[in-house]
């Protein structure tokens, strides 16, 4: 898949047909796009992609996107239909929990068109307790997982880790990726991870999940585990972003207004959303002079945090929060860790690459620092 695709995100409905414990949106909006919003917005980002010669993804999201289905469909047909020369890949976030016999025919003949991404929360015990229905029932039956799985093998699941599920963490990565999932385990803002009785739990479960990727050197780390530590070696560029959110990724609500990304929409941050304006989001860069900013930290190149959550949390984009601060350090620790493991006995065996000993640069700075920053007295 090529992420530097011009990527362009409708939202198809604020509905949602579950009441998910740690969700971020306002579910008294209840509004659709209706399908000449959705094409005044094609025509215009599809008529200048054309004139760039750029590659497409669209991208389908919600609310639950299978409760306006029918745009979906009508979305792929107009596309394909007027815009026959262009590249366009598609993509969908779903619950999974809405697809009958009839979507399912019609996904499956287009399967190599979509990238799925499926939202469970790890094992079903873990998913029923945090992702519910309106009535409080647990949602994992509802979703026939066998289907997304045999249609995109290897598909993205996205976890959300809460209180709930924390104690858990490994186990419910373990269980996705035996599933044949590549598991997108983040964390849910708005939780309060700071105290220690729950930072001791994290870094139990990453040092069971060190174990599992030690043991499993075929297996590709998990999304907060797969860090690069030979970046800490260079330099920030200035313009370097988190994600292509506000620059080649551009979201629009139902109403057709523009976000930088769907985090930052008023259906995830209400009122506040309506503050990003389009070019100052696509001109934003990381900030090295304000003391608000992340810009000077030593790992931000390493930082699995958004600009959404960091607005969620600190009401700014350039700044993460301190509890998320240290939860990144520690994914940090772990992920350097495993690269060593993984490379040990090519190191004793005098064999690495360049590639190789540069990362194992990264791996001593990051367990020399890091430990003192977070005031351990040794790496767990």
């Not at 414990?21 to 209706?34: A, K, W």
């Not at 330099?235 to 976000?259: N, P, S, V």
């Not at 003192?372 to 040794?378: H, Q, T």
């Amino acid at each position: 898949m090529d992420l530097m695709r011009r990527s362009i995100m409708l939202m198809l409905t604020e509905k949602c047909n579950l009441r998910c414990t740690y969700c971020y949106e306002n579910h008294e909006r209840t509004g659709s796009m209706d399908f000449e919003t959705a094409v005044s917005i094609l025509d215009r980002e599809l008529t200048e992609a054309r004139t760039f010669n750029e590659k497409i993804r669209i991208e389908f999201f919600g609310g639950e996107i299978m409760l306006n289905f029918p745009l979906l469909r009508q979305v792929y047909e107009y596309t394909e239909k007027m815009y026959p020369d262009l590249d366009i890949l598609y993509a969908f976030t779903t619950n999974g929990t809405l697809f009958g016999e009839q979507e399912k025919n019609w996904f499956s003949e287009r399967k190599d068109q979509f990238v799925c991404t499926l939202s469970l929360d790890g094992t079903p015990e873990m998913h029923n307790r945090s992702r519910k229905t309106v009535r409080h029932t647990g949602s994992w039956n509802l979703i026939d997982v066998s289907f997304f799985i045999k249609n995109w093998p290897g598909c993205i699941a996205k976890m959300t880790v809460d209180l709930n599920n924390l104690p858990y963490l490994s186990e419910g990565v373990q269980y996705l990726e035996q599933y044949g999932f590549r598991c997108k385990a983040t964390f849910a803002s708005g939780i309060d991870f700071g105290k220690q009785e729950y930072k001791d739990v994290l870094i139990r479960e990453l040092n069971k999940l060190a174990e599992y990727y030690i043991a499993h050197k075929e297996q590709p780390l998990c999304n907060m585990l797969d860090l690069n530590p030979a970046d800490v070696l260079y330099e920030i560029d200035e313009q370097y972003r988190f994600c292509g959110a506000g620059c080649y990724k551009h979201c629009y609500d139902l109403t057709g207004k523009w976000y930088p990304c769907q985090g930052l929409s008023p259906l995830a941050v209400g009122e506040a959303g309506k503050i990003f304006e389009r070019e100052s989001f696509r001109d934003f860069h990381f900030s090295d002079e304000s003391p608000d900013s992340c810009g000077k930290c030593k790992w931000l190149m390493l930082c699995s945090t958004c600009y959404a959550a960091n607005y969620k949390e600190t009401g700014n984009v350039e700044r993460c929060s301190k509890e998320m601060c240290e939860i990144n350090r520690l994914c940090m620790l772990t992920s350097s860790y495993i690269h060593y493991m993984r490379l040990e006995e090519k190191l004793e065996a005098g064999t690495l690459t360049e590639e190789e000993e540069q990362i194992l640069a990264g791996v001593s700075i990051i367990q020399e620092e890091i430990p003192k920053e977070l005031g351990m007295s040794e790496v767990d």
